[in-house]
């Protein structure tokens, strides 16, 4: 069975951090590309970041330069380490895993994420 278990999210004022992780199980993780996901209420689902397999890294535009995913194949983790967070992150983040079919196989139930101004 597959799980994608996150933990991480919370409460932070504007300017604070805040570090996702998702723990993957069931899968050949070393082989998918991993990504998080955010909707926030009322707007659709929008791409955070992703990472390759091979490392390579994506990120919002909204996102870049405040936040960076990395991942542990070791671990089986994937990370979202999230700086100088702003009211407009608030969301559920959802972490995701994407197969050689290049489409997303797997989602997470996503923990809130919450910034006040």
């Known amino acids: 069975q597959v799980q994608l278990v996150e933990s991480g999210g919370g409460l932070v004022q504007a300017g604070g951090s805040l570090r996702l992780s998702c723990a993957a199980s069931g899968i050949r993780f070393s082989i998918y590309a991993m990504g998080w996901y955010r909707q926030a209420p009322g707007k659709q689902r929008e791409l955070v970041a992703t990472v390759t397999s091979g490392g390579n890294r994506n990120y919002a535009d909204s996102v870049k330069g405040r936040f960076t995913i990395s991942r542990d194949n070791t671990q089986n983790t994937v990370h979202l380490q999230m700086n100088s967070l702003k009211p407009a992150d608030t969301a559920v983040y959802s972490c995701?895993?994407?197969?050689?079919?290049?489409?997303?196989?797997?989602w997470g139930q996503g923990p809130q994420v919450t910034v006040s101004s």
């Open positions: 995701t895993a994407t197969g050689p079919t290049n489409s997303i196989d797997y």
